[in-house]
């Protein structure tokens, strides 16, 4: 990337004056480069000047000027520039500009890809719903942010697995089946009622209905508690079936699905409780079992199994993460959960350093709630069941490409409005439509050209010199960035965002600069090529966010 050569030059410039004199011995702060808020101060922007300047007691704009006259421009800088009170600015070459969209066509399918994971394992662990329920609009948006990381990390250079851990331990697991074999008492005509703390939602009825179809009455035959066992493990297989099926209509899919009762079978949950209790870390106190959280900087202790001696979801989670740290050797864990789960966060960390693994290693994306609207008014219940509003049925009405830009238009812990009938609009007032009309545009422009039979792979870009064509190879160039920045930040909506500027300046582009053209044969090709580069970044961007790239709308 041009930002990384920009980092080196200054890098470089700083520790020659350093070296040779011209500045005080002080420590170098990290060095970076900015894109300036105005676009006639340069393509970058480095405001180093202004960190070195206290330290060294001297004048930020006269370490500017010192630095700026040592750096050796390369064929990527046109200018360089000091700007008060101490900035350095660079203005890219044309000619090395222009020569970019050649290099965008020949990387092809990898442009963007950035040489920054070097291997290294990441796992990502996401949506993990408790399959007691069908997956509704809020575990869409944990979906899609798992998703799109996925994508992005791997496109800069780590090796990914995508994880669903399956909460099928515990009370509410037990409590689900419990209310299964009430409802299937009920569809074959016995009087009985839920559990007080029971499932009660319309489609427990209809899973009971089909496995009535599919079973017919043999479980009333059992045992209860062996009935109410069977009938649980049958109704979580049926509703994980359907959480699969319906992120798969997402695009979402996962490498491994991770059962929390596996944990307890193959004795990873003891082993864990066991290396706790040498370390110190376990306590007995109430009547309970207690993590010392205290010992390792938490403000308050946590129980990890309670006075009837079940375990808490917390002691599963301290399992499950000995397993993906310890026992599977992962470099970094990234996990996604929903907004009640923010309180977790610092206790799990805390766990970590019980086991001697850096806390930083653990990264947790809290994805806040969102709000279904239909304009002005808030939906709250399905017009199909009169119940909960499922992700599915919001799929099947905006289509899962509109699902996916949707949810990634709003930074992961900002609370968020998705509406329906925005997301069915077709017009530019639809970011989804925006963008997407706007890969539509360009194959429309490229379909022409090969009706015509004009063929541009010797087309001359060295002709773009339009302040309209300049700007789009200018924001094509900033993939890359947007890749690292991801990576960086863990935040997919600065994708989003990138391909609405992308399309943005594409379409001025486009009302601005006449494409195939019959008077300008070498200047047509030219902005032939261009256009097709363009379509290139556009398509890679879509599809990092695991959308369409459609070719007519």
């Known amino acids: 990337m041009i930002k990384d050569k920009l980092v080196d030059l200054l890098t470089q410039a700083v520790n020659e004056a350093l070296e040779q004199g011209r500045l005080p011995s002080v420590s170098l702060p990290p060095v970076t480069v900015e894109h300036p808020q105005n676009a ?28 700026a006259g040592s750096i050796v421009p390369g064929p990527e800088i046109g200018t360089i520039r000091v700007m008060p009170p101490g900035f350095i600015n660079f203005t890219l070459n044309e000619d ?7 290099s965008i066509l020949e990387a092809g399918d990898t442009y963007g890809n950035i040489c920054l994971g070097e291997g290294r394992r990441v796992q990502i662990e996401f949506v993990s719903v408790n399959p007691t329920g069908p997956l509704h609009v809020g575990h869409g948006r944990g979906a899609i942010l798992g998703s799109v990381l996925a994508s992005v990390l791997t496109a800069a250079g780590y090796s990914v697995e995508k994880e669903y851990y399956i909460n099928d331990a515990g009370a509410q697991t037990r409590a689900f089946a419990r209310s299964l074999y009430a409802r299937y008492q009920q569809q074959l005509g016995l009087s009985t009622e839920v559990p007080v703390d029971g499932y009660v939602g319309n489609y427990m009825i209809d899973l009971a209905k089909e496995i009535v179809a599919a079973e017919g009455d043999r479980f009333l035959t059992l ?28 695009g979402v899919t996962f490498d491994v699905w991770f059962s929390e009762q596996s944990l307890y079978d193959r004795g990873q949950y003891q082993k864990v409780k066991s290396i706790l209790e040498e370390g110190g870390y376990i306590a007995e106190k109430e009547g309970a079992i207690w993590f010392i959280s205290t010992a390792l ?24 993460h000995y397993n993906k740290f310890i026992e599977r050797r992962f470099d970094r864990v990234i996990d996604i959960w929903g907004a009640d789960h923010q309180g977790h966060v610092s206790r799990m960390k805390a766990v970590l350093g019980a086991f001697g693994v850096d806390p930083e290693r653990l990264g947790v994306i809290i994805a806040q709630l969102v709000t279904l609207r239909r304009g002005d008014e808030m939906v709250r ?126 379409h001025g582009f486009y009302t601005q600069c006449r494409v195939v053209s019959r ?35």
């Open 96 to 102: 090395w500009l222009t020569a970019q969209v050649d």
């Open 381 to 506: 219940v399905s017009k199909r069941s009169g119940d909960i509003i499922t992700l599915r049925e919001v799929i099947d009405e905006v289509g899962a490409d509109a699902c996916r830009f949707f949810f990634l238009s709003r930074s992961a812990d900002s609370q968020m409005d998705f509406d329906l009938e925005l997301a069915k609009k077709q017009s530019a007032d639809n970011p989804v439509y925006y963008v997407q009309y706007a890969h539509a545009r360009i194959a429309s422009i490229l379909r022409l050209a090969r009706e015509r039979e004009i063929d541009f792979r010797d087309g001359d870009v060295s002709l773009l010199t339009t302040e309209p064509e300049l700007s789009l190879i200018r924001k094509m160039l900033l993939l890359p960035e947007v890749v690292e920045v991801v990576v960086s930040t863990l935040e997919p909506h600065h994708l989003a965002y990138y391909a609405q500027e992308l399309a943005t300046v594409f």
């Open 40 to 67: 006639k101060h340069g393509d970058y922007a480095s405001s180093l000047p202004l960190k070195l300047a206290r330290a060294a007691s001297v004048k930020p704009l006269a370490i500017a000027e010192d630095i």
């Open 297 to 320: 900087g938490e403000d308050k202790d946590n129980v990890i199994v309670r006075g009837d001696g079940s375990p808490t979801y917390f002691a599963a989670d301290i399992a499950y």
């Open 519 to 553: 008077h300008e044969e070498s200047l047509s090709k030219a902005r032939l090529k261009l256009v097709a580069a363009a379509r290139l970044v556009l398509a890679r961007a879509l599809h990092l966010m695991g959308m369409t790239a459609p070719e007519t709308m």
């Open 223 to 250: 045992p209860e508690p062996e009935a109410v066992s069977c009938l649980g493990q049958l109704g979580l297989d049926r509703m994980i079936g359907q959480i699969r099926a319906d992120l798969e209509v997402l």
